[in-house]
């Protein structure tokens, strides 16, 4: 398995469109993180600028699994040093442990990300808060060892509301008077802002696991497909700035869990089989799909629910690639399965 590290700016921003029932409510809702099926959407879209004889053979690649994304996370390294650390989602199981009188339950649920050794070593939630690890800020906590200096404090992002001038407005909903009034108007969007410090850097990485069976052109297709998307720019808006990535660099990804378990942490967004219901343990749901799109913005795609990076799960599931094309307006929506071993002491809490 490799990780693939976009390397950002500091203050380089994204805007991860979620979904929203009004369309005047798109702007104001960003994810915190580049779900699975943003990463494949981006990479469609530069496969059909370049190969788009190879968009339906692509298609059912990633769909038998022969290559699967997860979710792009946080990732971090220290200034004048090669050492990457990996965040990973914070298992969802975890926030239904009981706790000592002595830890805030507040603080463990604010915390969304922990580094690779703490999931790998298994740490108790208990001995975050300890003299073992460390928490540059509320949402993540790393172990002390992975640091190679001392232990800095930093934001990994933070949400920023940016005012631009609406130029149209197309909402069915608005009678005349109040589209005029619209013209010119102003508004806000809300993107991802990615800011580290001084001494940390903080970009976006995800895993990608590629079949050894993959033929060689296709294997030089996607790289350089990959190529193109990072260049490309990921999520919305990227004509006014959000979503430049400065580059790429690709590194083996290995987190040997101490002591695994028989569960699996899923690291990509994921839909659902009702033949697979089963095995999805501990979970949280999201809306996907829904997007508006035409010259008056009036039509939109159908929504599907989503369980969200990670849910814990018992046994495999399988990749799909979900077809919501209307109109002759294409869109697949990808449904990953990329996992890592739940370690011991997170299955049993």
Not at 259 to 267: A, G, K, T, V
Request: aromatic letters at 12%; charged letters at 30%.
């Amino acid at each position: 398995m490799k990780a693939v590290i976009l390397k950002c700016r500091h203050g380089s921003r994204f805007h991860l469109g979620e979904y929203a029932d009004n369309q005047n409510a798109v702007l104001y809702n960003t994810a915190e993180y580049i779900h699975s099926d943003v990463l494949f959407g981006a990479f469609i879209a530069a496969l059909a600028k370049i190969y788009p004889e190879k968009l339906h053979d692509f298609r059912q690649l990633f769909g038998e699994g022969k290559i699967r994304f997860s979710s792009a996370f946080y990732c971090t390294k220290q200034k004048n040093t090669d050492k990457y650390i990996y965040l990973l989602p914070k298992p969802l199981s975890l926030n239904l442990i009981e706790l000592n009188e002595h830890i805030d339950h507040k603080a463990l649920k604010k915390i969304k990300f922990i580094s690779s050794g703490i999931y790998r070593d298994g740490i108790a939630p208990e001995k975050w808060f300890s003299d073992e690890c460390v928490m540059p800020n509320s949402q993540c906590v790393f172990l002390k060892e992975e640091f190679e200096k001392d232990y800095p404090n930093f934001s990994l992002f933070e949400k920023v509301d940016l005012q631009k001038v609406k130029i149209h407005t197309d909402e069915n909903d608005k009678d005349e008077k109040e589209k005029e009034e619209g013209e010119g108007k102003l508004h806000a969007q809300t993107d991802i802002m990615i800011m580290g410090s001084e001494e940390v850097d903080v970009n976006w990485y995800f895993l990608l696991d590629l079949n050894d069976q993959l033929s060689k052109d296709d294997e030089n297709i996607f790289y350089q497909t990959l190529d193109l998307m990072i260049s490309n720019g990921i999520g919305g808006d990227r004509s006014s700035g959000c979503g430049k990535i400065e580059g790429m660099e690709i590194e083996d990804f290995n987190v040997n869990v101490n002591n695994p378990s028989n569960r699996q942490l899923l690291l990509s967004l994921a839909f659902p089989k009702e033949t697979e219901k089963d095995k999805y343990l501990y979970y949280k749901t999201k809306i996907r799909g829904g997007m508006w799109y035409g010259s008056g913005k009036n039509e939109r795609f159908k929504k599907i629910m989503a369980l969200e990076e990670g849910c814990i799960l018992e046994g495999n599931i399988s990749p799909q690639i979900i077809d919501l094309t209307k109109n002759n307006k294409p869109l697949w929506k990808y449904s990953g399965n990329l996992v890592l071993p739940l370690p011991m002491e997170y299955a049993n809490s």
